[in-house]
């Protein structure tokens, strides 16, 4: 194989195959201090194996080689666990400690609700924070504000953004501040492991002031309307939920403000982002490394020494 068909397959690695793998796999400046046989042996027997075999069957590899599931208990989630659930489809489950945090807030919730005025639980948003919202009419509240911000346009969403997002939401509101009840954890939980993704349209963000078209889909697809990936498949959220034998999502005073309410999808950008960052800047090494190689340069300038 020639150096230029190597450096080709370099640079195709990070952005191609299963949601941009990182497949930079040697650690590349410490093997300047072999012989340049050995360097380019190394290199040789590192990529070609990728070069005589499709990347998703590499990616296949990968996600065998991942820990089976994430446990979330809303304070130590990683950057790599976001990507590994997102892209791999590796298992979440919130743990139990979190659960019970989860159920002790939302306990106090309803009993504040008693006899206290919670802005957007039981009164009005936006203009209409003096207008009471009575008991009866609490829920209702809460999905007319989820359909109505359910109002972003433009082209979906990849898949693994919308499902580190789902991820991130989860994480919050595994933290027990949310007044949500355990069921509604559940059911975000189901939606990562059975593979059901909301169709949710790239444009609409309030940037730092929040999320909320995109979170307000996400939402709608747990209350059974609007369109998800289920599979491989696009089906009305319904039908998935009926596949799986899953209740919709009914939300409880609170419940609509508590999932809209944040800017995960932009962090999951960001923590994707960082990922194939880091696969690129390791191809572009791998790539410098090979032209060096290639061309007989010095490595002088490599000297640990120069660089102190």
Not at 98 to 105: P, R
Not at 246 to 270: H, I, R, S, Y
């Amino acid at each position: 194989m020639s150096i230029t068909a190597l450096i080709h397959i370099l640079f195709q690695l990070p952005i191609k195959g299963f949601c941009g793998a990182n497949l930079a796999l040697t650690q590349n400046w410490k093997l300047f201090k072999k012989p340049h046989t050995t360097l380019i042996n190394t290199k040789l027997n590192t990529y070609k194996p990728l070069a005589i075999s499709s990347l998703k069957t590499f990616a296949n590899h990968t996600r065998a080689n991942l820990k089976d599931t994430v446990f979330l208990d809303g304070n130590s989630l990683t950057v790599q666990q976001v990507y590994k659930v997102a892209c791999f489809g590796v298992k979440v489950v919130v743990e139990q400690n979190a659960l019970e945090k989860v159920e002790k807030c939302h306990d106090y919730l309803l009993k504040a609700l008693k006899n206290k005025t919670i802005y957007g639980v039981n009164t009005g948003f936006g203009s209409l924070a003096t207008t009471r919202i009575s008991d009866s009419d609490a829920s209702q509240l809460q999905e007319n504000m989820i359909r109505s911000h359910s109002a972003a346009v433009g082209s979906p969403l990849p898949k693994e953004v919308v499902r580190a997002a789902m991820l991130l939401r989860l994480n919050t509101l595994a933290k027990g501040y949310s007044g949500v009840r355990v069921a509604t954890l559940r059911l975000l939980e189901e939606f990562l492991n059975r593979e059901i993704t909301p169709v949710v349209p790239e444009t609409g963000s309030l940037g730092a002031s929040g999320d909320l078209a995109q979170l307000a889909h996400i939402a709608l697809a747990m209350m059974g309307e609007g369109y998800v990936y289920h599979k491989e498949e696009i089906v009305p959220s319904r039908v998935a939920l009926e596949r799986e034998a899953l209740n919709a999502f009914k939300p409880a005073p609170k419940e609509g403000l508590a999932l809209v309410n944040g800017t995960q999808m932009t962090v999951a950008t960001a923590c994707l982002c960082v990922i194939r960052a880091k696969a690129l800047l390791s191809a572009l090494e791998d790539v410098a490394c090979l032209t060096i190689e290639a061309l007989g340069a010095s490595t002088e300038w490599l000297n640990e020494w120069i660089h102190a």
